[in-house]
């Protein structure tokens, strides 16, 4: 459940009652004006109605620039809720500007973000070069790939280009920095290529795929549903560190052909991760408030889906043309 705190003028309250009682809130309070004549109310609503009833006040309060919206999380409530109640909770979406405050700030390119995509590359690269699963699985553990990918297909969802483009470019970013730093470790490193870690990512094929996808639908259920994000992160990262950092070890060692398959795997794990947020989100109903921002985004929304779906094809040809002349 969630505590909506409601601050406009004395002359809402009538109309935050209705928008409570329509939305079947579990509470509403009206407080004492302050020294403005603002009137704070409080709305304890659960979470499969959150986003609902946001959405209908920011409607009606939206030519009060005055007023405010604030939502609390409930960590306790009593007595306790039923057990229908309960499932309710544990398959409501969270709202709307709770995921885009998630993943904005995960989407960042800043300092922070470079110096953990290049110690993340370095842990990794070691240990594909040292055949160690256990260092590979160490380096997605701070491997901060997944924030960017989320927010693409969130921006995507919404119809925020400011928001696609910045994590486009903190995508980018962030891939190009690992395949230059495994690049100068793969000039600087002299080892043998026969790690099975290593070669094992300049081989794409269907499990690549799935493997992708599956990743990035786990990733977008779980930021859409408020669970820990930290396990499918990893899942992520799996999809896109390892074959960069293979990709640039390859270029240092001047293999062109197996850096080659590297970058194919990058390529179609970028995709499928991608597309498969998109259709999470889409599957999810996360749209815009407004109906112009809805017809925008689903315009969006469809165009993007069916370049990526096009591009998946392409490069899954690419891999069966590859298998075949192999």
Sequence with gaps: MKLIEVIADEGSVKTVETIARKHKA??????????????????????????????????VLGAQSYAKL?????????????????????????????????VQKNARLDINYLVLVVLSTIVAAIGLIENNVAVVIGAMVIAPLLGPNLAFGLGTALGDLALMKNSLKTLFAGVLLAVAVSTILGILWPFPLTSPELLSRTDAGLDSIALAFASGAAAALSLSTGLPSVLVGVMVAVALLPPAATFGLMLGHAEVDLAMGAALLLAVNVVCVNLACKLVFLIKGIRPRTWWEKEKASKAMRRYIFVWVV?????????????VSL
């Design 26 to 59: 579990r509470d509403f309070r009206t407080g004492l004006k302050d020294k403005d004549d603002l009137q704070p109310m409080r709305l304890v609503v659960t979470d499969d109605k959150v986003q609902e009833v946001l959405d209908a006040l920011q409607g």
């Design 70 to 102: 604030l939502v609390y999380p409930i960590d306790i409530s009593l007595p306790k809720q039923t057990e229908e109640q309960q499932e309710k909770e544990a398959k409501a979406t969270q709202a709307r500007e709770s995921l885009y405050k998630d």
């Design 311 to 323: 591009t998946l094809v392409l490069l899954a040809i690419v891999i069966y043309v590859r298998t």
